[in-house]
């Protein structure tokens, strides 16, 4: 079976023991660069029957995927794959599996308020300019933390909060007071979670239904002395209603790990305010996360190769493939 792995822009898949594994079993070729055009793509993937994207560096538009005839099989690393249309790889007969890693994003998001609240990140800069500035930083010990989405994440975010001493409340689609009270939280319904937060925190997948959820109308709800941390997904928030609150100030900050368009246009008004902490979305590229991603996605191709499925998005797409025989 031939194999590609796309965008290992850190050159982290090369050394792992797990596609050391693969090598034994496939041919192998890493691509550690962005490829300049779909052209040129589909080229360096002539005959892969088998790709490992890392995560949504490159999207799978279905006029993509009915240029790759080999292809059987997407690897996909991480929770989700939205940038890739599932509808037009099952109809092609080519599998989506899924390959979770370990996660940094709890540890950033916690990374991320400390350095708005506290200011550290607009402070060093400052100091590199030759000032000494007399900052007043906000304590995160005693806040009320409004955390959108009790999912993985979220629900790590909750405890660790907890530490920190930080009174929690919580809103997510699906969400009910028993589940919020487990998790240590009160559940709010969402403009009385806005209304009442020092910190909102966002950790909801992306759907119809939340996309643009956090509207001009949704953030005039939050408190003038408020931060926001989205590290999930930045279609989430109205990116430039954001803007317009944080220009306003009627927020006291953001932290932002995730953006509309990423990377983040080099003229987006979001680099010139001082009120935001920006991150290059660092929350999954870690080393324990990229050991993660490795190891399972190996271990789905792998699977693959002995008639299995294994954490398949669509298994239907092999009823498209004639000697397809799922031993599971």
């Known amino acids: 079976m031939k194999v590609a792995i796309l965008d290992d822009y850190q050159k982290a898949f090369e050394g792992s023991p797990a596609i050391r594994r693969l090598k034994e079993k496939a041919e192998v070729q890493i691509f550690t660069e962005k490829f300049p055009s779909e052209e040129a793509l589909i080229a360096a993937l002539e005959g892969a029957q088998a790709i490992i994207p890392i995560r949504e560096r490159t999207a799978f538009p279905a006029r993509l995927l009915k240029a790759l005839p080999d292809l059987e099989i997407i690897a996909q690393t991480g929770n989700h794959a939205y940038h890739l249309d599932l509808e037009a790889a099952t109809e092609a007969g080519i599998l989506v599996t899924l390959a979770p890693g370990g996660s940094g994003v709890t540890e950033l998001t916690f990374g991320l308020m400390i350095d708005l609240m506290r200011r550290i990140s607009l402070s060093d800069r400052q100091m590199r300019q030759g000032q000494w500035p007399l900052v007043l930083g906000v304590v995160l010990k005693g806040k ?76 005039r709800l939050m408190r003038k002395s408020a931060f926001l941390i989205n590290t999930a997904r930045g279609a989430i928030v109205d990116e430039a209603a954001l803007v317009k609150i944080l220009q306003e100030g009627l927020i006291a900050g953001a932290a932002l790990d995730v953006y509309c368009e990423e990377p983040l246009p080099a003229d987006s008004p979001l680099r010139h305010l001082d009120n935001v902490v920006l991150a290059p979305h660092l929350g999954w590229p870690t080393d324990d996360g990229f050991r993660g991603f490795a190891e399972t996605a190996v271990e789905n191709i792998l699977d693959y190769m002995q008639g299995k499925t294994t954490r398949a998005l669509n298994p239907q797409a092999l009823e498209k493939r004639k000697g397809f025989t799922d031993s599971h």
């Open 144 to 219: 009320t933390l409004g955390i959108l989405g009790l999912g993985r994440v979220g629900l790590e975010v909750a405890r660790i909060a907890q530490a920190f001493d930080m009174k929690i409340i919580a809103w997510g689609p699906t969400l009910n007071h028993e589940r919020a009270q487990r998790a240590g939280a009160t559940y709010l319904d969402l403009e009385e979670l806005l209304k009442t937060a020092d910190v909102v925190s966002v950790h909801l997948k992306l759907s119809d239904q939340s996309k643009g959820l956090l509207d001009e109308s949704k953030l």
